[in-house]
T-cell receptor, first 113, second 110 residues
Framework: EAGVTQFPSHSVIEKGQTVTLRCDPISGHDNLYWYRRVMGKEIKFLLHFVKESKQDESGMPNNRFLAERTGGTYSTLKVQPAELEDSGVYFC???????????FGSGTRLTVV | DAKTTQPPSMDCAEGRAANLPCNHSTISGNEYVYWYRQIHSQGPQYIIHGLKNNETNEMASLIITEDRKSSTLILPHATLRDTAVYYCIAPGRAGTALIFGKGTTLSVSS
């Protein structure tokens, strides 16, 4: 079984630019989550999809962040325009059910300079 | 979410059992307790979860007290590769995503 795939693995962009992160969940997993870890901080929840619907987006920091999951398969997280404080590692996870083990991807390390 | 409290760090000798405690005194009757770990900068890894009964899998055992106010994750024979940050999570409402806290940094040494 293929795991959760994220790409790119690393991205370095300048402040003000746009970056799009992609997550391919495990096939058949209706639940997809985005988290991020800023240097020295805790892993923070961003949002939760159930199929193509946003179940909970309470963790999205501001309107510069836009997540989509068209068709209920892969998901994208776009940051536009990027700011220095957006730097960190963005993790995606998927699960069959919410109250079940999540499988995380390896993350995308975003550096905004 | 139910608040969980974990010690910030613990040490364990290689080959010995690592017992990681977690307090979740405000947990409600239908909330599961989940354990994850993050090794270095990798993605968090699911370990185990439980509701009332003790659970065991190939990675670890989970002991939950009868009043469900605390639990202990047991790694029976810790190895150097078990050095990681371990997170105890008790999510709130049914259907809500997991929220990570500060966790316990476990250091396994030879």
């Amino acid at each position: 079984e293929a795991g959760v795939t994220q790409f790119p693995s690393h991205s370095v962009i300048e402040k003000g630019q746009t970056v799009t992160l992609r997550c391919d969940p495990i096939s058949g997993h209706d639940n997809l989550y985005w988290y991020r870890r800023v240097m020295g901080k805790e892993i923070k929840f961003l949002l939760h999809f159930v199929k193509e619907s946003k179940q909970d987006e309470s963790g999205m920091p501001n309107n510069r962040f836009l997540a989509e999951r068209t068709g209920g398969t892969y998901s994208t997280l776009k940051v536009q325009p990027a700011e220095l404080e957006d730097s960190g590692v963005y993790f995606c996870a998927s699960s069959v059910r919410v109250n079940y083990g999540y499988t995380f991807g390896s993350g995308t390390r975003l550096t905004v300079v | 979410d139910a608040k969980t409290t974990q010690p910030p760090s613990m040490d364990c000798a290689e080959g010995r059992a690592a017992n990681l405690p977690c307090n979740h005194s405000t947990i409600s009757g239908n909330e599961y307790v989940y354990w994850y770990r993050q090794i270095h900068s990798q993605g968090p890894q699911y370990i185990i979860h439980g509701l009332k009964n003790n659970e065991t899998n190939e990675m670890a055992s989970l002991i939950i007290t009868e009043d469900r106010k605390s639990s202990t994750l047991i790694l029976p024979h810790a190895t150097l590769r078990d050095t990681a940050v371990y997170y105890c999570i008790a999510p709130g409402r049914a259907g809500t995503a997991l929220i990570f806290g500060k966790g316990t940094t476990l250091s396994v040494s030879s």
